[in-house]
């Protein structure tokens, strides 16, 4: 299989999958990628003139594949800064499909947020099937939801209320917490 419809199959924009192999246990797809197309330009001067300093590899975690948990291994370029004028030693490759010191895909943390939110599943059913732990995945719900202008974490929670909603009309119920903030006295 070549290399672009390996990209295509795996779908991660912007980065190519290098390697792919099951993990010791044999439950998860470990996926080594790298980005597409190399940033090659220092991020504080904008200058070319930089040189190799190896790889750095991120572990992060992804959306189910096939089944299947996924790992995801970026393999980072890490470059220095040639110009002497600069004071930027040193950097890494950064990508708006994986968030600044975040630990999943961007599209693993939405397909966590849509699960617990718009699925109504249990978070420790979500966090089992992308393979994190309870807190994480929660953290994730939170922090995704609260970015989309969905919750308020910071609000204090006034009023607490218990309901029960048809998620499969008719055959599926699930409680729902109502966190109610109030506005005024
Ligand atoms: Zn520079």
Same mark, same amino acid.
């Given at each position: 299989?070549?290399?672009?419809?390996? @990209?295509?199959l &795996?779908?991660l924009?912007? &980065?190519?999958?290098?390697?792919? *192999?099951?993990?010791?246990? $044999?439950?998860?797809?470990?996926?080594?990628?790298?980005?597409? #197309?190399?940033?090659?330009?220092?991020?504080d001067?904008?200058?070319?003139?930089t040189s190799?300093r190896? %790889?750095? %590899?991120?572990?992060?975690?992804?959306?189910?594949?096939?089944g299947?948990?996924?790992?995801?291994?970026? @393999?980072?370029?890490?470059? %220095?800064?040639?110009?002497?004028?600069?004071?930027?030693? #040193? &950097?890494?490759?950064?990508?708006?499909?994986?968030?600044?010191?975040?630990r999943?895909?961007?599209?693993?943390?939405?397909f966590v947020?849509?699960?617990?939110?718009?699925?109504?599943? @249990?978070?420790?059913?979500?966090?089992?099937?992308?393979g994190?732990?309870?807190?994480?995945?929660?953290?994730?719900?939170?922090?995704?939801?609260? *970015? *989309?202008?969905?919750?308020?974490?910071?609000r204090?929670?006034?009023?607490? $209320?218990?309901?029960? #909603?048809?998620?499969?009309?008719?055959?599926?119920?699930? #409680?729902?917490?109502l966190?109610?903030?109030?506005? @005024?006295?």
């Amino acid at each position: 299989m070549d290399d672009e419809v390996t @990209s295509v199959l &795996f779908g991660l924009r912007g &980065f190519t999958p290098v390697h792919a *192999a099951e993990d010791a246990e $044999g439950g998860e797809l470990v996926v080594t990628v790298e980005t597409a #197309t190399p940033v090659l330009a220092c991020p504080d001067c904008g200058g070319l003139r930089t040189s190799s300093r190896g %790889r750095r %590899r991120v572990r992060l975690r992804d959306i189910p594949h096939g089944g299947r948990r996924v790992r995801v291994m970026w @393999s980072k370029r890490q470059r %220095r800064c040639d110009d002497g004028d600069c004071e930027r030693k #040193t &950097f890494v490759e950064q990508h708006d499909q994986v968030g600044r010191r975040r630990r999943q895909t961007a599209r693993c943390r939405k397909f966590v947020a849509r699960q617990v939110g718009a699925e109504s599943r @249990s978070v420790a059913a979500v966090a089992a099937e992308v393979g994190m732990g309870w807190c994480a995945a929660n953290s994730v719900y939170v922090a995704e939801t609260a *970015a *989309a202008g969905m919750c308020d974490p910071d609000r204090p929670v006034t009023w607490l $209320g218990v309901d029960e #909603t048809a998620a499969r009309r008719g055959r599926r119920y699930v #409680t729902t917490w109502l966190k109610i903030a109030r506005t @005024s006295d």
